[in-house]
């Protein structure tokens, strides 16, 4: 079994993403903007059928910072990127959406 990174665990995308994973047994870890939607990340993983959501780590990191990343990618054999800004609105340059999620 692998360890492995899914970025955005709060999202759509990503909590989809992370019930799979934790039901093939694998070790999983997911970044949040804040800490705070831990509880919300569980409270979906529950709501999905998880058996022990308790076992996902939690790393805090926002992709228009460096902070956090590094800590949350050490020792994870792959990395799912689900995570992105999106905006309300349609952005004037496609950049405004690329380069955060790149980064
Ligand atoms: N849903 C679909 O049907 C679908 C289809 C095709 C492609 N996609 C693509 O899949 C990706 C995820 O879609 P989704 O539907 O899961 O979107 P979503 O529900 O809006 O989730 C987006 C995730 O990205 C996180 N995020 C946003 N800005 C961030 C930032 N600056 N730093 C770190 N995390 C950030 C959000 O965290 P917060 O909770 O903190 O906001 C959330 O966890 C997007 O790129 C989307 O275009 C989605």
Same mark, same amino acid.
């Given at each position: 079994m692998s360890t492995v990174l899914v970025t955005g665990g709060s999202g759509f995308v990503g909590i989809h993403v992370i019930l799979q994973l934790l039901a093939a047994g694998h070790t999983v870890r997911t970044t949040v903007r804040r800490p705070e939607r831990q509880a919300d990340v569980l409270a979906m993983l529950r709501e999905g059928g &998880? &058996? !022990?959501?308790?076992? +996902? &780590? /939690? /790393?805090? $990191?926002?992709?228009?910072?460096?902070? =956090?990343?590094?800590? $949350?990618?050490? =020792?994870?054999?792959?990395? +799912?990127?689900? &995570? !992105?800004? +999106? !905006?309300? !609105?349609?952005?004037k340059d496609e950049n405004e959406m690329i380069i955060p999620a790149r980064d």
């Open positions: &998880a &058996a !022990s959501p308790e076992s +996902l &780590a /939690f /790393f805090t $990191a926002d992709l228009t910072r460096d902070d =956090g990343w590094q800590k $949350a990618v050490t =020792g994870c054999d792959y990395v +799912l990127h689900v &995570a !992105s800004p +999106l !905006s309300t !609105s349609v952005p």
